[in-house]
């Protein structure tokens, strides 16, 4: 599973640019995704809800599935080619695991439940919708704090 391949000083630092960048604007599709959907739930009035659900479709599915996406090959090219390794350290595979399963989501349980609400506007309901804004910025920021601490070292004593 070792592996002597390395990005280079410069091409490791550009795709780490990329990979913090991808990381930024996730983040700031979640804040998004959050104003948007507790606008939806608090407001009385039905334009504005409807105009949450649309401006929720257009803001969320494809920009944060091309967030996750970049996050996700410029991560596996930052571990795999350096000393961390794809699947060598924790930190590493769990942030793997968190990208894959938040990716994953974004497309079969957060794709449906925006598109339908567009389609309903003002007569959805934005309560189905309260766990994304919550859930995924959460473990996003686990992520962060995984990359930045690199708790709980090697999976295998030696490899
Ligand atoms: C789940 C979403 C992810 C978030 C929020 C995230 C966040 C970050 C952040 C903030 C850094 C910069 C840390 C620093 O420079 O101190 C970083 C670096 C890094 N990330 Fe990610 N990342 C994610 C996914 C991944 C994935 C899927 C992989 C690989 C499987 C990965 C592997 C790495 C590696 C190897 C570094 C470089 C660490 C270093 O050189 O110190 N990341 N990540």
Do not use: Q
């Not at 390395?6 to 990381?23: C, D, E, P, Q």
């Not at 959907?37 to 659900?53: P, R, Y």
């Not at 996750?68 to 090219?77: A, F, Q």
């Not at 350290?89 to 938040?102: A, D, M, S």
């Amino acid at each position: 599973m070792s592996t002597s391949w390395r990005l280079s000083g410069r091409t490791r630092k550009l795709t780490l640019v990329v990979h913090i960048a991808s990381v930024g604007s996730w983040l700031g599709l979640d804040v998004a995704m959050a104003v948007l959907v507790f606008t939806a739930l608090g407001t009385g009035d039905v334009e504005t809800k409807a105009l949450c659900f649309r401006a929720l479709e257009l803001v969320t599915i494809w920009p944060m599935t091309i967030s996750g996406l970049t996050c996700l090959v410029t991560g596996v090219l930052l571990a795999y080619g350096s000393k961390y390794g794809l699947v060598k350290y924790w930190w590493v595979v769990v942030k793997l695991g968190l990208n894959l399963l938040l990716s994953t989501l974004i497309l079969i349980a957060l794709r449906p439940g925006v598109v339908d609400l567009a389609e309903k506007g003002a007569e959805g309901n934005a309560v189905d919708l309260v766990f994304p804004p919550i859930v995924s910025p959460t473990l996003l920021m686990v992520a962060v704090v995984l990359s930045v601490f690199k708790p709980w070292g090697r999976l295998r004593r030696k490899n």
